[in-house]
């Protein structure tokens, strides 16, 4: 089993950044893809970042085109943890954020079918 544990959500207006951080255990962290999904009031959850599992490189990295460009997605693998970095928010960005992670797989593959979920951090853009 995987635990994940998010944070760093908040409010926060149009233009500004913020960056969240989920912390995992449970499995060697580096035999782990970690990402990055949201869910707006209303809509289904949706894929935003992923990394790869190892020191990144195995897939890299992977974004959704909605953010592309402003957000960047890194991992720690001393500290067991992956940081999203949000910047330049709007507020079609406003949602539940959720860690998501994968054994051994490649970001892409985490993107399509993610195995394990935290409990999802808020992020509010306002305009």
């Known amino acids: 089993q995987v635990q994940l544990v998010e944070s760093g959500g908040g409010l926060v207006q149009a233009g500004g950044s913020l960056r969240l951080s989920c912390a995992a255990s449970g499995r060697t962290f580096s035999s782990l893809a970690m990402g990055w999904f949201r869910q707006a009031p209303g809509k289904e959850r949706e894929f935003v970042a992923s990394?790869?599992?190892?020191?990144?490189?195995?897939?890299?990295?992977y974004y959704a085109d909605s953010v592309k460009g402003r957000f960047t997605i890194s991992r720690d693998n001393a500290a067991n943890t992956v940081a999203l970095q949000m910047n330049s928010l709007e507020p079609e960005d406003t949602a539940v954020y959720y860690c998501?992670?994968?054994?051994?797989?490649?970001?892409?593959?985490?993107?399509?079918?993610?195995?394990?979920w935290g409990q999802g951090t808020q992020v509010t853009v306002s305009s």
């Open positions: 990394i790869g599992w190892g020191d990144g490189s195995v897939g890299r990295t």
């Open positions: 998501a992670a994968k054994w051994i797989a490649s970001a892409q593959s985490l993107a399509q079918a993610p195995g394990y």
